[in-house]
């Protein structure tokens, strides 16, 4: 199982940014992906999940209105649409793989990570 998330980068309040996770190596079908961010001196926090066998997307609250998960066509990526950004958003962004058809927020949940984007939203 390989994850590898991009399209980290800065923006200015108000702006939007897409980050991908290209996965390889498992058939999303049968696993669901998440997407986490954690900021400096922060725990890591859950933003946005799918479910790779329904494509059902599940939203923490300050993700709510802002952001959209979504699985290419191609399932060989998971996007994350982010608008309006505010500064409390700048943190790095992980994507996150674990077997099961459900979403989660819970970080133990997950057995594969990507290796992080950071984002940045600053004037």
């Known amino acids: 199982v390989q994850l590898q998330a991009s399209g980290g980068g800065l923006v200015q309040p108000g702006g939007s940014l897409r980050l991908s996770c290209a996965v390889s190596g498992f058939a999303l079908d049968y696993y669901a992906i998440g997407w986490f961010r954690q900021a400096p001196g922060k725990e890591r926090e859950g933003v946005a999940c799918?479910?790779?066998?329904?494509?059902?997307?599940y939203y923490t609250d300050s993700a709510k209105g802002r952001f959209t998960i979504s699985i290419d066509f191609d399932k060989t990526s998971v996007s994350l649409e982010m608008n309006n950004l505010k500064p409390e958003d700048t943190a790095v962004y992980y994507c996150?793989?674990?077997?099961?058809?459900?979403?989660?927020?819970?970080?133990?949940?997950?057995?594969?990570w990507g290796q992080g984007t950071l984002v940045t939203v600053s004037s």
């Open positions: 996150a793989a674990y077997w099961g058809a459900s979403c989660s927020f819970t970080v133990r949940v997950y057995d594969d």
């Open positions: 799918i479910s790779g066998a329904n494509s059902m997307a």
